[in-house]
């Protein structure tokens, strides 16, 4: 969920301006899959979750635990080889991909890996920046200690050259200070020790962007950096603490014209304590590789309307460390919700690709590269996910947002997701929130929210907030964002979440009554009939289908004129007796007449499946 859009922010601004609310169909009653699971001391053990998950829990857990170890499986560190995790155009990435072939594959969905290529519209997205080697060691005179760091690659040379990309740096016994020098002082290589500013207000934090302010964030870092360049020629790089974590340091994703050495709180703080004691060396060796290998990874479930496609993505490669979080377990769910498909013998109302991105962390690079390469494909819905699924380390409260790109296709799915009661499941410890981003969130949703503004409704769940271990590594990639933070009652909430509001978009259930009844009732025991009561049975050809049965008191069977009404929502499942009733009282202001009672079964796509309407009766 973080990029780079230096030459877009102008059309950001531009489409921003030309967005507007489109059409889409309402869905007046949503599918929800309740499950029980509570946060509670009764549902503490995960065998409790598993069992009652709506989802293959245990099967998303296995998927997580794959695409996290990749960080441990395919690299040799002991031989000088960095271990990058699944980051894009990396071995780990490739790693990735073939798990999630292989795993589509087994599902029985038509399965296929499409390698990124640069296009007319993207022609870069195989370029990158890549780090060949570095590291960092800190000396205070008598020990020198190699020391667990992340070093940004930057774009530009050591002296601020544009278009010198192979820029290396290799510097020994750098001085540490606090502050620059005196241009007149300038004269030893020095780095220093980043003292985090108070945030600022920018004038353009009233647009609610997250993607635009990201660039206005980046491009100011860009031009204090050259300025800083050229201003102090003997400033080499700036060392950032950790000052959350002791044993991680922060992997930021963007690059950076002066190198950041980042490092952990406890080798942070030896080094504060005793600034005059200590010198720094670090290198960094690069390279700008414009082949990079990658892949998008689809899996398609055929609908009975193959002309229109919804997808269901999620980023599968990360930055470096174990990126379970961000987003080994977002695949995770995505897969997750694939097997339910196929284990319900679902089929939908259009295609379904579950997609999984690569190169998200690098720019969105896959779901770019899949906009431009399929751009006749009528792509209806994109459901994105993003950092989903994780235990925070503090008691810092995040949300779950729900991010659309369209305000009444927003009101439809936040229908769906707040009756999933995520707070109080959780515990109250984590928030959910709607919020409306014309533009996509900062993921792969984006990529479509901005082409495809009118033509594509996009959801993005993203668990947001000051998540502590975000693009975090530490103690030999056992800290940060890692698998032990995984949570498996957030999971299992947010991927039913998900998963409702998939099936509410993507499949028609056909429900039927199958028996009813219509009786004229007093209900204030005066002698006089001033209701119908009606009792029925539903049916549904799906597994569990969330169904809406509305009772409407009407007069004039010709122009059906509606006087009053009452509705029931409950979860129909499949070969059970689904029964119910209500009661429909005429408004005490009415006249007696002849009047009749029209049943209707909405199902969980919002089309009215069947009607039954009594005969007339009197009522006063």
Known sequence: MKYRLFSKSLVLVITLLFVGTSVVPIINSKMIETNGVNNDSLYQTPNSIINESVLDLQYIYNITENLSNIVFTEYDESAGEIAKGRAFGTKGEWRAAEILYENMTELGLFTTKEQLKNLPSCPTVTHKIEILEYGMAISDGTNTEKVDCHITQTPLGPHGNPFQK??????????????????????EDYVLIYEPESRRDRFFNFLDFPSFKLTIKIVENILR??????????????????????????????????PRLYINRSIGEKINNNIEDYTVDFHLKQRFNKSVMSYNVIGQLNGTDPSKTAIVGCLYDGWWCQATADSAIGMAIVLGIAKYFVDHNITPKY?????????????????????????????????????????????KRLTLQVAANNKKFLENIWAVAERSDYVKRMGDTTDIDDVWMPLGHISDDHSFALKRPLRCKTVCF????????????????????????????????????????????TVDPDDQFTSWEFTKVDIDNDGNDDSIQTAFNVSTDFSEDYVTVKAQLCKDRIRSILIAQSQISFVAYKGSNNTGSLIVTVPKNAKPGWYYLKLLLVDSSGEVDHIKTSPLIYLY
């Open 166 to 187: 192979n820029c290396n740096f290799s510097y020994k016994g750098l001085k540490i200070r606090r502050e620059h020098p005196k241009l007149w002082e300038d004269k």
């Open 225 to 258: 950096d050259i300025k800083e360049r050229f201003r102090y020629p003997h400033y080499k790089g700036r060392i950032h603490i950790d000052f959350k974590n002791n044993d991680t340091y922060d992997m930021p994703a963007s690059e950076t014209v002066i």
């Open 351 to 395: 295609n379904i690709k579950f997609v999984g991105f690569a190169g998200e962390e690098y720019g969105m690079r896959g779901s770019i590269y899949y906009e431009a390469f399929h751009r006749d494909e009528n792509i209806i819905y994109v459901i994105d996910l993003n950092q989903l699924g994780f235990d925070q380390v503090e008691q």
């Open 462 to 505: 993203l668990k947001n907030g000051p998540w502590l271990l975000h693009h975090r590594d530490g103690l030999n990639h056992t800290e940060g964002d890692v698998m032990k933070y995984f949570n498996w009652t957030d999971v299992s909430v947010t991927g039913e979440i998900i998963l409702n509001v998939t099936k509410c978009l």
